[in-house]
């Protein structure tokens, strides 16, 4: 291995420069433990280029050496999937073009290194907006909510990051540069192979550039916290509003009562409402004069049965409220190790699937305490489970069965990427795999790139 990495070292630094090469065992530490802390394993050496040509040329030099590459934007990815496992870290943080705004077109084309907060600050500057938000984004890069697939919590209104990429740039496993950046509303020349890169996390291709459609930054935007006696309230309030207020309602996310503790706890937080409620829905609500939406929300919300409301309008109140939804997930991790579950479930059999999450955990592990918090109305749960002893095989086994009962899905939005591997058959048909395997072997054939995860090596 040693020699291995002596003759990489030599030929990548040649390419993108020795400081932009990471071999010393401490400095590579960062990029070898997830954000959870529950995915670890050893990185070859780390390497940062600069430019769609010199990704090309690494991963030539690591399919000579026969090294696996593993791609890591911003470590934020919450299934173990930019983890290394004896394989060369392809950085992707040098690849931080801005390029200007094309207003007529309404998009932007930025690096896949870019970080969600330093383009949301770039479009901003000109009135517009990403349709797509999440709490991680000062360190998630572009590149990787597009490998992921993000949701966030604007999905209810703009939909995920595959509705917000309109091209890209990549380079696939075999070296080869694919390039898509025109960014025309209809162009149906061939397979879109920019489309198929989407949700591919990292084990089709190198993202480099993204071109990405943006939203006029609403002049108004108002959020409310409310508090309800169940899930089923909450749920009915979050779907009436999704139909009532159409697109002016931007988020409906959702915490329960353990999550909220967490949070109060981490952060030193009064609590958010004046009566205390086991379920909390956040909304945003954004438009020209959202005054005018407010009967219509307080009237949705007395009828679910609503306990308590609290409203913000301005930057720092909403950011205020917005704290006890987004800081859950960092609440959750300062508690020690975390089995995290993202399921996509049919909106009606929501709160079903809380109660009998509760009861398969419980009958896993009696002193395992659950946290469930996401995007309500786009029926994604974040399912926690915390114990100190916890069998992550069989938490994992039995909400996948749960999610499989339900005809749901075992990733909203987080991915697959090492996590997942073995529940992939409860949702996906052998055929259905057999094509993303016959996918995968086409783009990268070598399998140099994101091995073991999504698909496990046959
Ligand atoms: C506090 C917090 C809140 C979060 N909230 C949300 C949320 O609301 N919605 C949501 O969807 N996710 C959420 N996440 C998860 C995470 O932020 C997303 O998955 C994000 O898209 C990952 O981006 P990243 O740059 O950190 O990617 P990484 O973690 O570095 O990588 C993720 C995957 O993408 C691949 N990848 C990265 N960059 C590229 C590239 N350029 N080309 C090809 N493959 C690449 C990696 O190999 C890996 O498989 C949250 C995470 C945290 C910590």
Same mark, same amino acid.
């Given at each position: ?46 390497? %940062? ?13 690591? *399919? ?7 791609? *890591?934007?911003?470590?934020? +990815? ?41 383009? *949301?600050?770039?479009?901003? $500057?000109? !009135?517009?907006?990403? #349709?797509?938000?999440?709490?991680? @984004? ?5 590149? +990787?909510?597009?490998?992921?697939? %993000? ?38 020349? !061939? ?19 993204? @071109?990405?459609?943006?939203? =006029? ?12 006696g169940s899930l089923v309230d909450a749920a ?18 959702y915490v329960d009562a353990a999550g ?7 952060? =030193?937080? #009064?609590?958010?409402?004046? &009566?205390?409620?086991g379920h909390?829905?956040?909304? *945003? ?19 679910? +049965? ?5 409203? $913000?309008?301005?930057?720092? +109140? ?14 959750i !991790?300062?508690?020690?190790?975390v089995h995290k579950f993202d399921a996509s479930i049919p909106?009606g059999a929501i709160p079903e699937f809380a109660a009998e999450t509760h009861e398969a955990v419980a009958l896993v592990d009696p002193a395992a305490t659950v946290v469930i918090y996401g995007?309500l109305?786009?029926g994604n749960l974040h399912v926690n489970v915390l114990s100190?002893d916890l069998d992550h095989y069989r938490v994992e086994q039995a909400l996948g069965q749960l999610v499989a009962q339900h005809n749901g899905?075992i ?5 697959? !990427?090492?996590?997942? @591997?073995?529940l992939?058959?409860l ?11 016959? &996918?995968?072997? %086409? ?7 994101? =091995? ?7």
């Amino acid at each position: 291995v040693n020699t291995i990495i002596v003759e990489l070292t030599k030929e990548l630094a040649a390419i993108v420069g020795r400081p932009n090469l990471i071999v010393d065992r401490e400095a590579l530490m960062p990029f070898e433990t997830d954000y959870t802390r529950r995915w670890h394993g050893e990185a070859l050496l780390a390497v %940062a280029p600069s430019s769609t040509d010199d990704v090309a040329r690494v991963l030539s030099v690591c *399919q000579a050496a026969g090294v696996g590459v593993v791609v *890591q934007g911003g470590n934020t +990815g919450l299934v173990g999937g930019a983890v290394p496992a004896d394989e060369v870290v392809l950085l992707t943080r040098r690849l931080d073009v801005l390029e200007p705004i094309d207003s007529l077109a309404s998009q932007v084309t930025v690096g896949a290194g870019v970080t969600l907060e330093a383009a *949301q600050r770039h479009v901003r $500057a000109d !009135g517009l907006d990403l #349709p797509v938000d999440l709490a991680a @984004r000062s360190a998630a890069t572009i590149g +990787g909510m597009t490998a992921t697939n %993000a949701g966030g919590a604007l999905a209810v209104r703009y939909g995920t990051m595959a509705a917000a990429v309109a091209g890209m740039e990549v380079v696939l496993g075999d070296g080869k540069i694919v390039s898509r950046l025109s960014g025309l509303l209809k162009d149906t020349a !061939g397979y879109d192979l920019a489309r198929l890169l989407v949700g591919s996390e990292g084990t089709l291709g190198v993202i480099t550039r993204v @071109r990405l459609r943006l939203i =006029r930054h609403p002049t108004q935007r108002l959020v409310a916290v409310a508090g309800f006696g169940s899930l089923v309230d909450a749920a009915r309030a979050a779907l009436t509003l999704r139909d009532r207020l159409g697109p002016s309602l931007e988020a409906a996310d959702y915490v329960d009562a353990a999550g909220v503790r967490l949070v109060r706890d981490r952060r =030193r937080l #009064p609590p958010p409402l004046a &009566v205390e409620s086991g379920h909390l829905l956040v909304i *945003q609500v954004a438009g020209e004069d959202v005054e005018s939406l407010l009967p219509v929300v307080s009237e949705t919300l007395d009828a679910a +049965g609503v306990t308590a409301v609290s409203v $913000a309008d301005d930057t720092s +109140g909403r950011e205020r409220l917005w704290t006890y939804r987004e800081a859950v997930n960092e609440s959750i !991790g300062a508690q020690g190790l975390v089995h995290k579950f993202d399921a996509s479930i049919p909106l009606g059999a929501i709160p079903e699937f809380a109660a009998e999450t509760h009861e398969a955990v419980a009958l896993v592990d009696p002193a395992a305490t659950v946290v469930i918090y996401g995007h309500l109305a786009d029926g994604n749960l974040h399912v926690n489970v915390l114990s100190p002893d916890l069998d992550h095989y069989r938490v994992e086994q039995a909400l996948g069965q749960l999610v499989a009962q339900h005809n749901g899905s075992i990733s909203a939005e987080h991915g697959i !990427g090492i996590a997942k @591997r073995d529940l992939l058959t409860l949702v996906r048909s052998d055929d259905d795999i057999a094509a993303m395997r016959a &996918v995968k072997a %086409a783009l990268d054939p070598e399998g140099l790139l994101g =091995r073991h995860r999504v698909l496990r090596e046959e």
